[in-house]
């Protein structure tokens, strides 16, 4: 009774510290330990499935039923993990989880259906305690259980037999041979994919990792890398975390083919598998003969055409075939077809903001600046960016980090922020004020540098921008990603991520060549030069911001460049009679600046978001709709807001129930892609009406902790913005996952293959 009282004591306590019971952070039991129970022959197995930040104690594990002439023995429990607990000293604990395998008798007359009740208690990591937790499951004993099956006959020997299959011996009915465990098949789908599929048996599951796949027998044959579908996360007592199939597993295996005759190849199988009651098997091979169909010419090494062929091909995303094709091509056709793509995303928002960081660069020379010198500063600084960026994806795609959140800490963001407001100053001369000196020294080496021209203060500023600026995640960059990350090739998946980077900064190269060869010499216009790149700067300080800061907030400070501007455009002063063209065109662009400063500020005020649209939300309000009206003119979809695998799961079930398609959007709030996504895409009406049919999930993962970590890992994903589609069934079209920006009337025809 003691340490009843103690644990509900803490739970309160605990409650009362964290918040009220049913605050948003700590979920409710039911969800946090969900509980199953099903008939293994004369066995209970119960199932607690416990979400990711939650424990339970296994001390506090009861089960009892009050069906009578049913009784249960003593449940099997697997050893749980030590925990140090504040109130009850080292205790065993279960996370993720835990199966208990209780046997049952039923005497001559009892019922065959009845209730187990299972008793549990855990906590949340954050501290909270539930207080004990009962779980009813309704249950029917098979129709050949003897009247008292586990006791009848030998209960000694029999006792002696559950202990030896526990250890990995005793009867061979007892533990089901390898071949019956866990039956492989393999099929010719096409002519260029296989597909294995294995039947696992109750009670069992095979490793995910543990599959190996090899091809003999012919030369003109190769496995391209194997497509496994997301496992069950186990925590497993020699491997740690890892994932298993049960009942069903299934691979698909493309082939690259160098010719299109039928092809015999022999194809060896390498898995491994165990049984829940905590035997395992030593690692199985199967080898299938199979015969590949003649492959059309031109579509040898590559996916078949179904132009109305009877083949029908596996399709594969975009990012997908992007990596397929990287084990297809020459490494000069893979590296000029990357470089292409980088020009394209040089052409992207994300990318924008290096141009004035350097021409700022460029302009800082002063009178040393030459179109030579201007095109090896410009050289150097996109050659920083490209090893820079290189690296990070290598290290990203083998170890399956999100590239884009690494960098994305606010304390990150405002520091570098607030690095480009100080090279913005340098631009308007405000170094000569006066200062403490170390601040005054400090800026004077950073101004000094700028002028100097350093190659490594050059080189530092794009391995700056690599990593805090950098490009969207977008298909082409996805697809080297999971290239590497299924291959292990860091090689070529480098060579092509480093051939992307290039292409993004070529025309970063062009304009400062230019630059260097354009920009007027010493006088009065090279200030006004360096006060257009130190307001440019200042703009992509505001640029970087915005992933952190409140809507109203970037906005007001866009109306105080905007105004501040104008007054350095003298939008304010009189015009002299004599005034010359050019200052009456700066006047008026410094009226227009300030005028448009002013709607800003404006917008702000009244709860607007668009720096575009200042005035939209009131022209909303004033339309007869109030706020809701303004909220409306945004036309956001109505997502619904999922945060970890379990949510999805629920989600995706009860979808599946109504019969409704399911679109799943990754968003994060420093993701540049993700908001074009929402201001040009979701916004369209007939995007709108598109997807009016389906059931919308938004998984926000801006805070990239390990909820958002495991949800993105469930589909191998490597960043926002990442688009899934699942069918009526609750199937995923792995073949239709978009990333990167889509545009509407593109984004419209991709919904429509859904089936």
């Known amino acids: 009774m003691k340490h009843w009282f103690l644990i509900l004591l803490a739970g309160w306590i605990s409650l009362a510290q964290a918040g009220l019971p049913g605050d948003d952070d700590l979920l409710p039991a039911d969800q946090a330990f969900a509980f199953s129970a099903s008939m293994d022959g004369d066995r209970i197995r119960a199932v607690w499935n416990v979400a990711d930040g939650y424990y339970l104690y296994k ?18 429990l697997p ?34 259906d009845f ?31 003897p009247k008292s099956a586990a006791t009848d006959s030998k209960p000694a020997l029999k006792s002696l037999s559950d202990l030896g299959a526990t250890l990995g011996f005793g009867d061979d009915d007892e533990l089901l041979p390898a071949d019956q465990a866990f039956q492989p098949d393999v099929k010719v789908t096409d002519a260029n994919t296989l597909t294995a599929d294995w039947k696992i048996a109750d009670g069992y599951y095979l490793y995910r990792q543990r599959f190996e796949f090899s091809l003999a027998g012919n030369k003109t044959v190769s496995l391209l890398p194997a497509v496994l579908p997301e496992g069950e996360h186990k925590t497993d007592e020699f491997f740690g ?74 399709q594969l995303s975009e990012q997908d075939s992007i990596a397929k094709q990287l084990t297809e091509h020459s490494l000069f056709a893979t590296l000029l077809a990357f470089f292409g793509f980088g020009l394209l995303l040089a052409f992207t928002p994300c990318v924008f903001p290096m141009i ?71 631009m ?52 080297a990603l999971i290239y590497i990350g299924q291959t292990g090739d860091a090689v070529l998946g480098g060579f092509a991520l480093f051939a992307l980077s290039l292409g993004m900064g070529a025309p970063l190269i062009a304009i400062g060549t230019g630059a260097g060869k354009l920009l007027p010499k010493a006088g009065p216009w090279m200030d006004a030069i360096k006060a257009v790149f130190g307001v440019l700067l200042l703009g992509v300080a505001i640029w970087m911001l915005e992933r952190i800061l409140p809507a109203q907030i970037t906005l007001s400070l866009w109306a105080a460049l905007l105004i501040l501007s104008s007054i350095y455009l003298r939008a304010l002063d009189a015009l002299p009679v004599e005034a010359s063209g050019w200052t009456r065109l700066w006047k008026g ?55 970890t695998v379990a949510d999805l799961d629920r989600e995706l079930g009860t979808a599946a129930r109504q019969g409704r398609p399911v679109m799943v959007d990754f968003y994060a709030d420093w993701c540049v892609s993700c908001k074009e996504m929402e201001k040009y895409t979701f916004a369209d009406a007939a995007v709108r ?44 079209r792995s073949d239709l996952a978009l990333v990167g920006f889509k545009p509407a009337e593109q984004f419209v025809k991709h919904v429509q293959k859904v089936d």
């Open 59 to 76: 001390s506090k594990i009861r089960f009892s039923s009050d069906t009578p002439g049913i009784q249960l023995g003593e449940p099997a």
């Open 428 to 479: 308007f001369g405000f170094y000569e004020l006066q200062m403490p000196a170390f601040i005054q020294g400090r800026l004077s080496d950073i101004s000094n540098r700028q002028k100097g021209g350093s190659l490594a203060g050059v080189a530092v500023m794009g391995f700056l921008s690599a990593l805090i600026v950098g490009p969207c995640v977008a298909a082409p960059l996805a697809g």
């Open 115 to 145: 209730t187990l009740k299972a008793t549990s208690q855990g906590c949340a990591d954050m501290g909270v305690c539930y207080p004990p937790q009962t779980q009813i499951a309704a249950l029917t004993l098979p129709a050949s259980t």
């Open 689 to 732: 009406q598109a997807l009016s049919q389906y059931t919308l999930l938004q998984a926000d993962v801006t805070a990239n902790d390990a909820a958002d970590k495991a949800l993105m890992k469930r589909f191998n994903l490597i960043g926002p913005p990442s688009i899934l589609f699942f069918d009526s069934t609750g199937k995923e």
């Open 79 to 112: 050893a749980g993990k030590v925990k140090d607990d504040e109130f009850f000293g080292k205790i065993e604990t279960y996370r993720h989880q835990v199966a208990a395998e209780i046997p049952v008798t039923r005497e001559a007359g009892a019922p065959a």
């Open 241 to 314: 975390e890892i994932q298993v199939y049960h009942h069903e597993a299934s691979a698909r295996l493309p082939l690259k083919r160098s010719s299109s005759e039928a092809t015999p190849v022999k194809l060896t199988l390498q898995y491994q598998g165990c049984a829940e009651r905590g035997v395992c098997y030593p690692p199985m091979t199967r080898t299938f003969d199979l015969l590949l169909p003649a492959a059309a010419a031109a579509t040898v090494g590559d996916t078949p055409a179904t132009n109305g062929g009877s083949e029908s091909a596996p």
């Open 589 to 643: 662009l410094g009226v227009v600046s300030l005028v448009y400063g002013v709607l800003l500020l404006i917008g702000a005020a009244s709860g607007a978001r668009d720096p575009l649209q200042p005035l939209g939300g009131m022209l909303a309000a004033n339309s007869g709709g109030g706020v809701a009206a303004a909220s409306a003119q945004e036309a956001h979809l109505p997502f619904t807001r999922i945060k």
């Open 356 to 426: 004035p960081i350097l021409s700022s660069i460029i302009v800082g020379q002063g009178d040393n600046m030459t179109a030579r010198r201007g095109f090896v500063l410009s050289l150097v600084y996109v050659l920083a960016m490209a090893a820079t960026y290189t690296l990070a994806g290598v290290f990203a795609g083998l170890f399956g980090d999100n590239l884009q959140a690494t960098f994305q800490n606010p304390w990150i963001l405002s520091t570098f922020a607030g690095v480009f407001v100080l090279l913005a100053l340098s």
